[in-house]
């Protein structure tokens, strides 16, 4: 079987502001990255799609899939069940429903392996994803975030 690491961060310059992510995939000696920013974001939400365009990235199925991240948000909202509890409750109340439902599709097919990495902390693939998502979030062709830009439009003032 063969085996695909993916190391994912989120970034924003404000929350909500600018925001990117960075992958890194490693499987035996290739290496490939990714990175996408937008204009108005979130952290916790780069986070998440950073998993999700990392998942649907994949052209097989069936592979042995470990995904590491900084992201407490992501990863213990995963291993210890609760999106699929919140799936069950219908997502609806639940902040980047929009991101989960879509995870949910994609987890589907790959069931892949959450690990949580302390960020920071001089993991050299860890940090490269952290440069690619900052780089990314400082892009000059940011692209949108509909979804969030939507519901952020549509808060009533605090």
């Not at 994912?8 to 992510?21: E, L």
């Not at 994949?58 to 291993?79: A, C, E, G, M, P």
Request: contains cysteine; hydrophobic residues 30%.
């Amino acid at each position: 079987m063969v085996e695909v690491s993916i190391y994912t961060d989120g970034a924003s310059k404000g929350n909500p502001g600018p925001g990117g992510y960075g992958i890194v995939f490693l499987s035996g000696s290739r290496r490939k990255e990714a990175s996408r920013g937008f204009r108005l974001t979130t952290n916790n939400r780069m986070e998440l799609l950073s998993v999700i365009d990392a998942l649907k990235t994949l052209k097989r199925n069936n592979l042995d899939v470990t995904v590491y991240s900084d992201s407490k948000y992501v990863v213990d909202s995963i291993n210890k069940g609760w999106v699929f509890s919140w799936h069950k409750k219908g997502l609806d109340k639940k902040k980047n429903s929009d991101l989960w439902r879509e995870f949910l599709k994609i987890y589907a097919v790959h069931k892949p392996k959450f690990v949580w990495i302390k960020g920071h902390n001089l993991n050299p693939e860890n940090e490269r994803c952290d440069q690619l998502a900052v780089e990314a979030s400082q892009g000059r062709l940011l692209e949108t975030d509909t979804a969030y830009e939507n519901e952020y439009r549509n808060r009533d003032p605090e």
